[in-house]
């Protein structure tokens, strides 16, 4: 089937062969041919997120407001509880931990062992247990959760506060969380800095596929706690919890899953975040939850009410750039409401040293006191006295200081996998269910409106012997969407209206010189539009999160602003003439998605779009980040249903990516889309389907030429 569209792409080429020969020595294209704002809309993005934002957090505000009682309060942490669990995802079931003492090393006040267990089966949490010396057992414990410090529990200052807390008679517990440590993923060092690069490339796989990073990450602390409860050295009913940053927010997060943890000091981390929206910040992709803002939930500070009314701390720092302090008071406020309903006010405090984001020595002094006020000891003895620390490599619990190096370790990538083998479709959708299911992964509604159109200049291009008109689109308070029409000044614009979509903007066009001038004389009107946050209304702030955290997928407005301009298109711009996309990158995706929930499109070109969604899950590393982020779509369908319900409309597919960005093989192309060329062999269209791979240069030109007709 693919050769037979290759030979009839030959045939079409050598008839469209001098429609290229394009010997112009003037500029092609002027940067203001194509420029429609009067100046390029940086915060048009960042304004409409900020303003749904505030919108939700408006509405969370009044809900608290109307907590009065400790049963109101309770209620409501019970819908945080099972709020944070659904966007979690079901945890696995409890395992052996299979935990083993791996060395030792002995210290005139306590013992340090180092342990490996297994969260899931071979699946290796590598952790320090500081077991102190001269006090009668059982002890207290303290979970220490880590922030983004590579090199883990072996971190100097993670060493003195566990340290410190056995010489004050805790039995400390330190665990490298995915990612840092000996949890290092080799594969991942040269993308980013560790832990934040397995965070990231992890949790984009784990979005896709319909998990969560923060699942693995939260079992692990979960499972933690199994484990200092099965130690005889440890009172499981005085078990406490802190960290920093990360570390703070995994001490803040686990609160609604594990009710055993009776301490709490999250440090540097516990914030609103609206505050954090207005002070333009992002996060990482475990503290983010699909849609919390729109459910009512602050996944920032909002788990803490699981922790009412036992012993909460909030351990800040007043130059915390990333936790605005006016934030931080908010939701202590909140919470100490809270604490008053249950009649226990002194059980929460907020303290805020003058100091940047981190965790130094007087806010590790300040969560000493308050843990042994809490968990048992003498309050005043908080002082966190000078001693030595162990080398990093001391401090490993396997013999290269890599769990992975393990025999039969499984990686972060093996359990997305895992999920992903037994939550695929099962059966095959019919196009309206794939509608159905397209609209819920990616939050759309049934239909589009017609949008405001405002025609905002144009003129004549002597170069281009084209009329260039300047369009904005408005498909929704807020959002514009800078357009131009060109058509041949000329000949007559009898032909087909071309829709041209590009990922880095309308202004790659200027790139197109031959195929731009053979589609005007063939008397094509061409459309190019930047979909929000693209090209003129740049940056789209994709890697804020907010989008995600308000349930309002970037990839979803832009498929929804691929539908609008259709819908503008077939009633108003095209004067019925034949519509045909022309799209690239990440556009040719939107597209492709937009012609499956709207009708008016005849033929679509899509150059350089993703083999698959599932390559970007089973590829190792893959470069797709934020942008490809669609929470649970390999759960609902994949790329290939997608033209499979666009048959049997003419689609050419050209260099298709992998999901590392490099282009596929014909035989990978092949393999992929076998299905949906036998479908079009099925309808009778089986010259409407091809998938081409290696074009360049004129090649490509001519394909896309051809296609476009």
């Avoid at 969370?60 to 659904?86: C, G, I, N, P, Q």
Wanted: charged share 25%; aromatic share 8%; net charge neutral.
């Amino acid at each position: 089937m693919i050769e037979r569209g290759r030979r009839e792409l030959a045939i079409a080429l050598a008839m469209m062969a001098g429609l290229c020969n394009c010997t112009s020595g003037e500029e092609f294209l002027k940067a203001t041919d194509l420029r429609v704002l009067d100046g390029p809309a940086k915060t048009m993005m960042s304004d409409y997120l900020t303003a749904i934002v505030d919108e939700q957090f408006a509405k969370r505000a009044a809900l608290l407001a109307e907590l009065k009682t400790a049963e109101d309060w309770d209620r409501h942490a019970a819908f945080v509880r099972s709020s944070m669990a659904e966007r979690t995802g079901p945890l696995p079931e409890r395992t052996p931990l299979n935990a083993r003492v791996t060395g030792r090393i002995e210290r005139d006040r306590y013992t340090l062992e180092k342990i490996l267990f297994e969260s899931r089966p071979d699946f290796l949490v590598s952790a320090n247990l500081y077991i102190p010396r001269g006090y009668p057992g059982p002890r207290p414990a303290v979970l220490n959760v880590i922030g983004h410090s590579a090199a883990g529990k072996g971190t100097e200052k993670v060493q003195r506060r566990a340290i410190a807390q056995a010489r004050k008679g805790f039995v400390a517990f330190v665990v490298d969380c995915i990612g840092q440590g000996e949890r290092q993923v080799a594969d991942y060092a040269h993308v980013h800095s560790p832990p934040g690069n397995a965070h990231q490339i992890v949790g984009t796989q784990a979005f896709i596929a319909g998990t969560h990073v923060f699942n693995f990450m939260v079992w692990d602390a979960i499972r933690a706690v199994d484990y200092l409860v099965s130690r005889p050295e440890v009172d499981p009913k005085r078990i406490a919890c802190t960290g920093c940053s990360g570390g703070g927010m995994m001490t803040t997060y686990v609160l609604p899953f594990e009710p055993r943890i009776a301490v709490t000091v999250p440090a540097c981390n516990p914030c609103t975040w609206s505050h954090r929206v207005h002070a333009n910040l992002s996060t990482d992709h475990e503290q983010v939850f699909f849609g919390a803002f729109a459910a009512g939930i602050d996944p920032r500070g909002d788990p803490l009410f699981c922790q009412v009314p036992k012993p909460l701390l909030i351990n800040a720092t007043s130059d915390d750039k990333l936790n605005p302090p006016f934030g931080v008071w908010e939701l202590s406020t909140w919470l100490y409401k809270a604490y008053s309903a249950h009649g226990e006010p002194h059980r929460f405090q907020t303290s805020m040293v003058k100091a940047p984001h981190g965790y130094n020595q007087e806010q590790r002094e300040v969560a000493y006191a308050w843990m042994l006020q809490w968990a048992g000891g003498d309050a005043s003895n908080f002082r966190e006295e000078d001693f030595p620390v162990e080398k990093e490599a001391d401090t490993w619990c396997t013999p290269h200081g890599n769990v992975y190096r393990e025999p039969q370790s499984r990686s972060p990538h093996d359990l997305v996998l895992e999920y992903l083998e037994s939550h695929r479709p099962q059966r095959e959708k019919t196009r309206s269910d794939l509608q159905v299911s397209i609209r819920k992964v990616l939050c759309l509604k049934d239909s589009v409106q017609m949008p405001e159109a405002e025609i905002t200049g144009g003129g004549a291009s002597p170069t281009l012997r084209a009329k260039v008109t300047k369009v904005a689109i408005k498909p929704e308070a807020g959002i514009v969407l800078p357009a131009v029409w060109i058509e041949s000044s000329e000949k007559p614009s009898d032909g087909p209206v071309i829709v041209y979509l590009n990922d880095k903007g309308k202004g790659s066009l200027a790139a197109e010189e031959g195929i731009l001038r053979a589609l005007l004389d063939r008397g094509c009107r061409i459309f190019a539009v930047d979909l929000r946050g693209m090209g003129e209304t740049a940056p789209d702030m994709k890697e804020k999160f907010w989008d995600f955290l308000a349930g309002r997928p970037i990839f979803g407005q832009r498929v929804a602003d691929v539908r609008t301009v259709i819908r503008y298109l077939s009633h108003s711009g095209s004067n019925g003439k034949t519509i045909y996309v022309w799209a690239k990158g990440l556009g040719a995706i939107y597209a492709a998605l937009a012609a499956t929930l709207q009708d008016g499109v005849t033929g679509m070109v899509l150059e350089e779009p993703l083999l698959t969604f599932g390559q970007v899950v089973s590829t190792k590393v893959p470069a797709y980040r934020h942008e490809i982020i669609l929470p649970g779509v390999l759960e609902e369908f994949d790329l290939p249903d997608v033209y499979k319900a666009l048959s049997p409309m003419k689609v050419v597919l050209v260099n298709p990516l992998a999901g590392d960005k490099s282009r596929v093989s014909q035989e990978q192309a092949e393999q992929a889309y076998r299905q949906i060329a036998q479908r079009y062999a099925r309808m009778g269209k089986p010259g409407n389907w091809a998938v081409l791979t290696g074009l360049n240069g004129s090649t490509r030109s001519h394909t896309i030429l051809s296609a476009l007709q």
